[in-house]
């Protein structure tokens, strides 16, 4: 079966532009969840949706930063204008069942960098 | 606000040898308690996933225990592997949520 797919893998552009990130979950998986990690903050969530709802958008750190479930198989992390200090990784994850014991599975993650 | 906390930051061991990595969480009103494994430039792997009503679980050489009256969780590593050389990371589920708060990990080095 095939996990969680971003893409891309490694984003390099310049500040002030607009960054989309992609996300494809599990099939079937009904939770989706984007995390920023850095060395100074390691792993932080972003935001997460179920059953493509937006539940807790706390930890998006500012207006610059907008995400969209448009369907089960599909979403978007976008930020705009991108500043340098959004550098980082930014992971996509996905899990079965709304508050359950299952456990989240990862996509390998979209470096970025802004220049 | 939940805050986890993993000790040590690195640690480094002989293969062969047997291991514990420590995480420590300050509310105990969590859902589960998971473990993941995260490789250089790639995402986090499940390792283990502790309700909160069970104490410990177990898989191959790994073993996770969970005592959330002190907030403390360990994950015990046997006969370590070369191949066991990843950052071991922690998160706890809040209850009523599905949000995962980590620590910041454990870089393990097993040397051969």
């Known amino acids: 079966d095939a996990g969680v797919i971003q893409s891309p893998r490694h984003e390099v552009t310049e500040m002030g532009q607009e960054v989309t990130l992609r996300c494809k979950p599990i099939s079937g998986h009904n939770s989706l969840f984007w995390y920023r990690q850095t060395m100074m903050r390691g792993l932080e969530l972003l935001i997460y949706f179920n059953n493509n709802v937006p539940i807790d958008d706390s930890g998006m750190p500012e207006d610059r930063f907008s995400a969209k479930m448009p369907n089960a198989s599909f979403s978007t992390l976008k930020i705009q204008p991108s500043e340098p200090r959004d550098s980082a990784v930014y992971f996509c994850?996905?899990?079965?069942?709304?508050?359950?014991?299952?456990?989240?599975?990862f996509g390998d993650g979209t470096r970025l960098s802004i220049l | 606000k939940q805050e986890v906390t993993q000790i040590p930051a690195a640690l480094s061991v002989p293969e062969g040898e047997n291991l514990v990595l420590n995480c420590s969480f300050t509310d105990s009103a969590i859902y589960n308690l998971q473990w993941f494994r995260q490789d250089p430039g790639k995402g986090l792997t499940s390792l283990l996933l502790?309700?909160?009503?069970?104490r410990e679980q177990t898989s191959g050489r790994l073993n996770a225990s969970l005592d959330k009256s002190s907030g403390r969780s360990t994950l015990y590593i046997a006969a370590s592997q070369p191949g066991d050389s990843a950052t071991y990371l922690c998160a706890v589920m809040e209850g009523g949520s599905e949000k995962l708060v980590f620590g910041k990990g454990t870089k393990l080095t097993v040397n051969p």
């Open positions: 502790i309700q909160s009503s069970q």
């Open positions: 994850a996905s899990s079965f069942g709304t508050i359950s014991n299952q456990p989240q599975h």
